[in-house]
């Protein structure tokens, strides 16, 4: 066999460059790759992280940088490292395949040994050490245990191949006969199955290491908006909601949220910040300020969008996918502070209130350094220290200010600069809700141009890209690219109605349906019809770190149906819930976007449609103070070209308020808009 060599050095990925210097023959998961391994019999050893991952830079450091371990890798294995942001279909399948075989869940780096003839794994891991610890194997330990089972052990290699590749057949269970089910024992079950993992001490779910969990609290958000919670739930979502705001997983400084807690507490994150977590933490603290009018969640908000400005803005107008927990190697070294260039940065006044809030005292909580995670809110650390809300609020702006100066001069962590589809899609949702509730018109011009730089440079030929690298779009889109896009549009058009955004998303629509969906069984593939081959084309039901796409269609396409009154949409969104019932009623609690979407399909929200004669900005004020997250509202210019089909009757100065297929007597006063949907809602 001709000796391989590293071939990572003309790839675009921050996380692949980063390995490209490295003695390991990496390779790229490419066609003539796998016909490598199968021609020379040479399991694969694929490894999936991103540029992120602190634990991805620890296993680099560790063993991929060492020349020892390094030949053992380029002896037994042809090598494959894998970007999960450019291929999380890849990582999807092979995440699901290490909860198969370990059952636990999975993580990054993702470590799977693949056979060469199927690409069927047969062990999986996440991080390993170089060196064993207790109940973890070393890696060159691992490497060679893995060889001698492959290369000796063929009988029971062939018997555990044979027993994935079945357990990859049963995943999708068969469609219900009917989507309809009593959702209020699924909701029921989903909020007890919540209630068990409560943390009642420190909000959130299940203990260290602690993830905001935003599909969580987005769903408890819309529900209470919707019909209530029960007492205990909704002050656990407020308790969460307002610990994740003021602890250290909030960066109070420079904004934006770290991506998980490494203690149940929030003080202490790992550094690295993700667009799609603040992207959905940006919905939920919006919505919760819509809903509330708590301040702390406004500045939670705004300090996210102070975050995307500053760090993630790209020169074409969108956002860049992620930035690194580390800098020269050492994680949070950019954020954290000595004692010492604290009070050397703020007056005697702002030191002893920045002392007070953030408990300043004693042995420092990272390293011998300060990672500030706020333990005392203004008000109290005001009122202990003698001063005025007024002087206190004026004095932690100050300081904040200073100590983000002191930051400026710092080198910045990696920026990884790939501009992801979906992703800024999510961005995008959060900031248009912010600016409905603001009236903000920074953050929807921030929104529509990154609505615009897609639709100008990732959709071509009628068909969604995934990303922008090397300034150019890169691999064509993916199921949650398509659905969260329309869902960010769907929301643009309830901000201000743009005739670009109802034609882009209708476009997307139809692009959707030819290309993902299961005619056949019902509900959406993650990958296209077009797309390459693997061991399993999945159709995600679930939720994770982010909303279950096929949710999320369910829940666009059930929108969309009813404002263009398209019923093969309407069919597609009854097939899909059909498809997924069997999942969603094993575990409602972790199919919480399909339940809502389900919910949504009996219960459809109230659409009301301002026909604008210069003057319905009020009526839209109005109606949205008067039923805060409970009707969609498009209010709709009279120089608009393109109309959803009810309003193709309406005159200029109509309101029409539909429910589902079903439309009420136009109104011309918003007295009697608002009348309509109090009787509606009150009858639902």
């Given amino acids: 066999m001709t000796a391989l060599t590293n071939t990572l050095s003309g790839e675009t990925s921050p996380h692949l460059q980063s390995h490209s210097t490295q003695p390991v023959q990496w390779q790229t998961w490419r066609p003539e790759t796998l016909a490598l391994a199968k021609q020379h019999n040479k399991p694969i050893l694929l490894s999936i992280g991103f540029s992120a991952c602190r634990w991805c830079h620890l296993m680099a450091r560790e063993s991929f940088q060492d020349p020892e371990t390094a030949a053992l890798m380029n002896e037994f294995f042809i090598n494959v490292k894998v970007d999960r942001e450019e291929r999380p279909d890849l990582d999807g399948v092979y995440q699901t395949a290490h909860h198969l075989l370990t059952g636990r869940s999975g993580g990054w780096p993702l470590t799977v040994f693949l056979c060469p003839q199927t690409q069927l794994p047969f062990f999986a891991g996440t991080f390993f050490p170089k060196i064993g610890q207790e109940n973890q194997l070393g890696f060159d330990d691992l490497l060679n245990r893995v060889q001698h089972y492959y290369g000796q052990q ?90 994740i705001a003021q602890r250290g997983i909030n960066d109070r400084i420079g904004g934006g949220f770290y991506r998980y807690s490494t203690d149940s507490g929030w003080n202490i994150p790992h550094f690295e910040k993700m ?10 603290y919006a919505r919760a300020w819509l809903t509330t009018d708590n301040p702390l969640y406004k500045s939670a908000a705004i300090g996210i969008v102070r975050w995307l400005r500053q760090h993630m803005l790209t020169p074409h107008g969108a956002f860049f996918s992620a930035m690194d927990a ?17 009070k050397a940065q703020l007056s005697v006044e702002e030191f002893l209130l920045f002392q007070q809030m953030f408990a300043l005292r004693g042995q420092p909580n ?41 930051r400026i001069q710092r080198p910045l962590p990696l920026i990884d600069e790939k501009v992801l589809t979906g992703w800024n899609a999510l961005a995008v949702k959060g900031l248009l809700v912010l600016a409905r509730k603001n009236n903000e018109l920074r953050e929807l011009a921030l929104a529509q141009g990154t609505l615009d730089f897609i639709r100008n440079n990732l959709w071509l030929n009628n068909r969604l890209f995934a990303a922008w690298q090397g300034e150019r779009p890169t691999r064509h889109a993916y199921l949650d690219d398509y659905v969260y896009l329309m869902d960010a549009l769907l929301e643009s058009l309830q901000t201000q109605w743009r005739d670009v955004d109802y034609q882009f998303v209708i476009a997307l629509a139809e692009s959707l349906l030819r290309l993902y969906e299961d005619t056949d069984q019902g509900g959406f593939f993650y990958t296209a019809h077009d797309a390459e081959t693997l061991i399993y084309r999945s159709k995600p039901f679930m939720d994770s770190a982010l909303p279950a796409a096929n949710g999320v269609a369910a829940k666009v396409l059930l929108r969309l149906g009813h404002l263009t009154a398209e019923p093969r949409y309407l069919q597609s969104v009854q097939k899909l819930l059909s498809a997924a019932l069997p999942s969603v009623q094993q575990s409602p609690e972790t199919h919480l976007t399909l339940l809502q979407a389900q919910m949504e399909s009996q219960h459809p929200m109230p659409q009301v449609l301002l026909l604008d004669n210069g003057s319905m ?68």
């Fill in 154 to 243: 063929q009988a029971d290699f062939l018997r555990l191949r044979g027993q994935v590749e079945s357990s990859f057949q049963q995943l999708t269970p068969p469609a219900a006969s009917v989507a309809h089910t009593p959702e209020v024992s699924l909701l029921d079950e989903a909020l007890t199955r919540l209630a068990a993992g409560h943390d009642l001490q420190d909000g959130g779910f299940g203990s260290s290491p602690k993830f905001p969990l935003p599909v969580n609290l987005a769903f408890l958000l819309q529900l209470q908006a919707r019909q209530g919670l029960p007492v205990s739930a909704r002050e656990h979502l407020l308790q969460t909601l307002n610990q």
């Fill in 275 to 284: 667009l799609y977590d603040n992207g959905l933490l940006l919905d939920v």
């Fill in 617 to 684: 900005a009020v009526w839209e004020q109005d109606v949205r103070q008067n039923f805060c997250e409970q009707i969609l509202c498009y209010r709709i210019p009279e120089s608009a070209e393109l109309y959803p089909t009810e309003a193709l009757s309406m005159d200029v100065g109509d309101a029409l308020v539909c429910t589902g297929d079903h439309c009420l007597e136009v109104q011309r006063s918003c007295n009697g808009i608002i009348h309509q949907l109090t009787e509606l809602l009150q009858r639902s």
């Fill in 366 to 406: 990272f390293f011998g350094r300060w990672h500030l995670s706020q333990q005392q809110d203004l008000n109290t650390a005001a009122r202990q220290l003698s001063m005025t809300r007024e002087t206190a609020l004026e004095l932690y702006r100050a300081g904040r200010e200073k100590i983000e100066s002191l």
């Fill in 326 to 342: 580390e800098t020269a190697g050492r994680e949070g070294d950019y954020y954290t502070l000595s004692e010492a260039d604290i």
